[in-house]
């Protein structure tokens, strides 16, 4: 791997290596681009450093301090956040949807929201790239929205969960289909197909799955790249002219300053607004790229509440990947409704120390009771939500007056559901009840109190005032720095961001090589610093 000096400034350091982070390190170093990607975690290599051990893979987990408050503090941690090169992508659940059609423009069309500043039909053409390239897994055709090439790899097979729920779609009159996903469904080079394990979302030890670590952080690093592990981004330098110039991160024990001519913040949707509040300088006092107070506002979970049940015959819903059934019908039916937004339901498979969890966490089962619950493990069968939830602009990230580990303010994270949010999630659960009591489960139970995958925080738009970034991801108050992660959704539908984010990486990389072809890129950089390569890349 190519190490650049601190002192030289490189085209671009990317604080962040996940899904936006990590894509966009890969796309620009292969556009020509010095590039050096900054990670508060460790570079892990799967195939000796994890294990089929839930408590060993916490590991993969941003644990740090954060506050969190309002009428539905969200739980942080495992289920929306990452600290490994690669970000959350290591132990996501690999589901890769786009987003419909008209939740580019949700507001305009749909009523509600915010509009996107991006073409759905540009964003088909980025999803497409980004499928190739992670080689998804998925069915010979899709039932919703507009018509999109074939998967790369076929869809995996169904286990029992999967079964049931296809079953009680069938039964309710909806469709339903093999969910897509990120991992391998037969082999790709020297890495092998996944074997079902089931360790998915604590870090898959075989490289099937196809996670930010094993796609595009390798093709980063062939290009040129230099990812540089445990370095904790605690600050931007921003020059007398108001242009950005390098990054101040900890590492080895110190901290140390690497010089660039433009900065991406990639840290998702808490990382990326505690960095810009905590390089507040006296010409930007609220914080970087904060013109408009935007900054930290509009966070947006994803309602994620869950029915489970318990079925006669045998489920064994651990083998596989958690999710292989999904039903996207209330994201694209509109009647019937009485609410904004949508949402998936997919088929569950929670690991046997997770469930246990979730029964004391849930239902309050302990000591012996929580034993015989436990005996029924094999027999469970369960359907969760990823749903949207609105833009409000009191759910924000802000600064704490506590310090972390480096010294600096750790952030305050306030939530709470609205009204809208509360129908839609109310509408799920009831639905599916009615599916799990389709298939004849028993002892049907609802887990209403969960959220998922952050977004917001540092939209995109069209107008400088009521956004942080334009549609290149790039800042309207400091033209060489930009954001790049789903802290620019605008809105966050009822389907997992993963390939959404990915997708936007790969426009933005291709926005900066057309702004540098032009010699419109700032401090110095009008044309890459390195030879540019004859990398081609896949579209379909």
């Not at 196809?210 to 062939?222: K, M």
């Not at 300088?281 to 979970?301: E, Q, Y």
């Amino acid at each position: 791997m190519r190490q650049y000096r601190e002192s030289e400034p490189v085209d671009f350091a990317i604080v962040g290596t996940g899904a936006g982070g990590g894509t966009l390190a890969c796309k620009l170093a292969e556009h020509g681009f010095s590039v050096v990607a900054f990670d508060a975690g460790p570079y892990f290599r799967p195939l000796e450093d994890f294990a089929s051990d839930e408590s060993e893979q916490t590991k993969l987990y941003w644990t740090d301090d954060r506050i969190v408050d309002g009428d539905n503090p969200l739980q942080l941690g495992s289920n929306n956040s990452g600290k490994a090169v690669g970000g959350s992508t290591v132990h996501f659940a690999m589901v890769s949807l786009r987003f419909r059609p008209e939740w580019f423009k949700s507001r305009s069309v749909l009523g509600y929201g915010a509009d996107w500043p991006l073409d759905w039909r540009e964003m088909w053409d980025y999803y497409a790239e980004v499928e190739q390239a992670l080689k998804i897994a998925g069915p010979v055709t899709y039932p919703w929205g507009p018509r999109r090439p074939r998967y790369p790899y076929r869809a995996h097979p169904l286990n029992g969960a999967a079964r049931a729920l296809a079953k009680g779609c069938e039964a309710l009159g909806i469709k339903w289909t093999e969910t897509p996903l990120a991992t391998l469904s037969a082999p790709r080079g020297l890495a092998h197909p996944c074997v079902y394990r089931g360790f998915c979302v604590t870090g898959c030890s075989t490289n099937a799955k196809q996670s930010a670590l094993v796609t595009w952080i390798p093709r980063a690093i062939a290009a040129g790249a230099e990812i540089r592990d445990l370095a904790m981004v605690g600050r931007v330098e921003v020059e007398p002219s108001g242009l950005v110039s390098g990054v101040h991160y900890h590492r080895d024990g110190s901290w140390r300053f690497q010089r660039a001519r433009n900065v991406v913040v990639a840290g998702y949707a808490i990382e990326t607004p505690r960095l810009l509040l905590n390089s507040a300088t006296a010409r930007f006092p609220d914080g970087l790229a904060n013109s408009s107070g935007l900054v930290g506002k509009n966070l947006m979970a994803q309602s994620n509440q869950a029915v489970w049940g318990r079925l006669e015959q045998e489920v064994r819903s651990y083998k596989g990947p958690p999710s292989l059934a999904i039903t996207e019908h209330w994201n694209y039916e509109d009647k019937g409704k009485d609410f904004f937004g949508g949402y998936s339901y997919m088929s569950q498979g929670p690991l046997p120390q997770l469930w246990a969890n979730t029964l004391f966490s849930a239902r309050g089962l302990w000591g012996e009771s929580l034993v015989e619950a436990m005996k029924d493990y094999n027999h469970v069968v369960g359907l969760k939500i990823v749903g949207e939830m609105l833009p409000q602009e009191s759910n924000r990230v802000t600064l704490s007056d506590e310090v972390d580990q480096y010294g600096l303010r750790i952030p305050r994270i306030t939530y709470s559901w609205c009204d809208n949010d509360k129908r839609l999630i109310d509408h799920s659960l009831k639905f599916m009840r009615r599916a799990l009591e389709a298939v004849d489960a028993s002892d049907i139970w609802i887990q209403d109190d969960d959220t998922c995958h952050l977004n917001g925080t540092a939209r995109m738009g069209s107008d400088a005032r009521s956004s942080v970034v334009d549609a290149d991801c790039r800042s309207w108050d400091i033209p060489n720095l930009w954001i790049c992660d789903g802290s620019v959704f605008p809105t966050v539908g009822g389907a997992n961001p993963s390939l959404t984010i990915q997708a936007i990486a790969c426009r933005t990389a291709d926005r900066i090589r057309a702004l540098a072809s032009r010699g419109e890129l700032e401090a110095g950089s009008s044309r890459p610093s390195i030879q540019r390569r004859s990398i081609e890349v896949q579209r379909s």
